[in-house]
DNA sequence: CGCAAGCGGACGAGAGTCGTCCGAATGTCT
DNA sequence: AGACATTCGGACGACTCTCGTCCGCTTGCG
């Protein structure tokens, strides 16, 4: 979260403002997407819209500084992952994790999947981090055969999106931690032995009808 | 795909163009999803605005049309797959079938997922056929062990969207059949004992770089 | 060949967006 | 306490995109 209290030599309240904003923004990022109105971040700060282009020059700017703070927060998710001793529990940890800012935030899964566009720097340097991290471990699972040999660390990368739209499907409510359970399915299908019990929060087991 | 070519006294020019609006319609609600704009539709079909409107009264009706018709091949789908004996082999396929449907158009995904929004009768009498077949497709791999006991057949469902937005991620691009992978993947964590080999189109194998 | 049926696309109305601008309010420094 | 530069708010113009209508022109068909 790049410079949220810059003491420079502006005004409180244009300090204050900013940091509103950038609350204001992260929230509205999390729930709208990177869609998201100039004028509803600034309505939600409690701002006008000038005040917001006063203080970042381009609503794109102020997204920038929210997505590599959200960047910023999945890079410390997997230094903590790669410390967890057991290798497994290190990678799958990380798999929930990123499928779960995914969700947590519609703006996340949204810029993870930009192909086309060019990154910034900033975001650019930051997805080869995570691209290093999840190599890491990967390979320390491979290391401890608790991957399966065919299963790629892109397989890996790729499926923290799985759980992404899986809320509702004909007719079918998956309840608020559907998405765990995809996310848990899809680690079972990726480990080498074994399954791991599924968490009892399942809606409607076995309720046939 | 209702009354394509209704015989009835309208004139055969009138007729042509209505079946053209409605394949139209079809490829541009799997392109860019049920928001498409009704100049699109007529554009791609070849018409204008108006003689969208008055062979279908409104754009919305047009929609309902296409979007039946793709629920019937969804249900036509689901009855081929409980005619397959093996009733492991029936459950995996439907669920990549329909997977791939919801992969095939983006106007599928956006209404099997719809859950506020109040639907026809039509789509809800489709809906309850296949979530029958559906209850009908687990029941039977359960009862040849095949199935983990812990999943139920709304995981089943859910898990049908788990590929819909897994084309990229942090740079990684999964290929044209990432999305398979990773369905594979999930049915494999679903499966009662071992494990399916994961198709050879897997990009990158261990190209840890 | 004549005419009813059908056609295309310009059009009005409305919604939603961005970034600017300026009179009013407010923080800060003396 | 008072003065003044800084900051604020939101109305505003300009633009894009949407739907569904309407009407002069075309065309299929008896």
């Known amino acids: 979260m790049p410079?949220?209290?810059?003491?420079?030599?502006?005004?409180?309240?244009?300090?204050?403002?900013?940091?509103?904003?950038?609350?204001?923004?992260?929230?509205?990022?999390?729930?709208?997407?990177?869609?998201?109105?100039?004028?509803d971040i600034a309505t939600a700060a409690g701002v006008g819209v000038g005040t917001l282009y006063r203080r970042f020059g381009t609503?794109?700017?102020?997204?920038?500084a929210v997505v590599v703070g959200l960047y910023d927060e999945m890079l410390e998710s997997a230094q903590e992952c790669l410390r967890i001793e057991d290798p497994w529990e290190g990678l799958s940890r990380f798999v929930m994790e990123l499928a779960?800012?995914?969700?947590?935030?519609?703006?996340?899964?949204?810029?993870?999947?930009?192909?086309?566009t060019v990154p910034t720097p900033e975001i650019e340097e930051r997805t080869t981090a995570l691209q290093d991290a999840?190599?890491?471990?990967?390979?320390?699972?491979?290391?401890?055969?608790?991957?399966?040999?065919?299963?790629?660390?892109?397989?890996?990368?790729?499926?923290?999106?799985?759980?992404?739209?899986?809320?509702?499907?004909?007719?079918v409510d998956a309840g608020p931690d559907g998405w765990r359970?995809?996310?848990?399915?899809?680690?079972?299908?990726?480990?080498?032995?074994?399954?791991t019990p599924l968490s009892g929060t399942a809606p409607h087991l076995h309720d046939n009808s």
């Open 3 to 39: 410079d949220l209290d810059t003491t420079t030599d502006v005004r409180a309240d244009a300090r204050r403002n900013r940091r509103q904003l950038i609350v204001a923004a992260r929230e509205a990022i999390a729930s709208r997407g990177l869609d998201v109105s100039a004028l």
């Open 59 to 64: 609503k794109d700017s102020l997204l920038d």
């Open 181 to 195: 359970r995809v996310i848990t399915l899809l680690l079972d299908g990726m480990r080498a032995p074994g399954h």
């Open 100 to 116: 779960g800012a995914h969700r947590d935030s519609r703006g996340v899964a949204e810029v993870t999947a930009a192909c086309d």
């Open 134 to 171: 999840v190599i890491r471990l990967t390979d320390r699972a491979y290391a401890a055969g608790a991957l399966r040999a065919d299963v790629t660390w892109q397989d890996v990368m790729i499926s923290s999106r799985a759980g992404l739209d899986t809320d509702h499907c004909l007719g």
